[in-house]
């Protein structure tokens, strides 16, 4: 069945750090592929998504790749926030049964 | 923009006791989710809603939890009797699935502590 596979955690980092959060995934056809961020005691957000092959997805300073090839959709960002600190959820779509599949989350500790 | 609304945002609660949470999705969202996330874990869909329709409760424990969405708009989940085991963080998501490709919203949050 369809699934996804996460980078574990957690991610401890400096400000102004490079970040990158690997995701890959199973499944049948071509899923839409999301990431969400959840700061703490919220409720999840999506940051960011790519409908087909090759899209890149962006928001606040984040960007992730739609990579058939690879089927990886890896989360980047080139400088990090102590505001950033949260876990991040890769999740693709379930085709028609309209259901996300998530992955496990990486919780990302930036320090000042 | 349109939120989806949870309420309680907190609850504290006795085991052996009755809790409700109510959602209100965003309007013209026919897909409802109720989904359970424990600390430190991902999300756990608890059960599916189309229009007023359940279309997956096959993770929900029927014996103590119940879901409603009575005229497909605003959804009400219970558990009777809490145990405490049942801590965590219940949220509630909408969507338009087929215009939004797949994209949930969700809600701030129900945090349960049953003591």
């Known amino acids: 069945g369809d699934s996804v596979t996460q980078m574990e955690g957690p991610v401890t980092l400096s400000e102004e750090a490079f970040l990158t959060i690997n995701c890959t995934y199973t499944?049948?056809?071509?899923?839409?592929l999301f990431w969400y961020v959840q700061y703490p005691g919220e409720g999840l957000q999506l940051l960011l998504k790519?409908?087909?092959a090759d899209d890149k997805g962006s928001n606040k300073g984040f960007e992730a790749t739609y990579r058939k090839e690879t089927t990886s959709f890896h989360l980047e960002k080139g400088s990090v926030q102590v505001s950033d600190s949260a876990v991040y959820f890769c999740a693709i779509n379930a085709g028609n049964n309209r259901k996300l599949i998530w992955g496990l989350g990486t919780s990302l500790a930036v320090n000042p | 923009e349109a939120e989806v609304a949870q309420s309680p945002r907190y609850k504290i609660t006795e085991k052996s006791q009755a809790v409700a949470f109510w959602c209100d999705p965003i309007s013209g969202h026919a897909t409802l989710y109720w989904y359970r996330q424990i600390l430190g874990q991902g999300p756990e869909l608890l059960v599916q809603?189309?229009?007023?329709?359940?279309?997956?409760d096959s993770q929900l424990p029927k014996d103590r939890f119940s879901a409603e969405r009575l005229k497909g708009v605003d959804s009400t989940l219970k558990i009777q009797p809490a145990e405490l085991g049942d801590s965590a963080m219940y949220l509630c998501a909408s969507s338009l699935w087929e215009r939004k490709g797949g994209e949930l919203f969700f809600g701030e949050g129900s945090r349960l502590t049953v003591l």
């Open positions: 809603f189309q229009d007023e329709s359940v279309v997956d």
């Open positions: 790519a409908t087909k």
């Open positions: 499944a049948t056809g071509y899923p839409s």
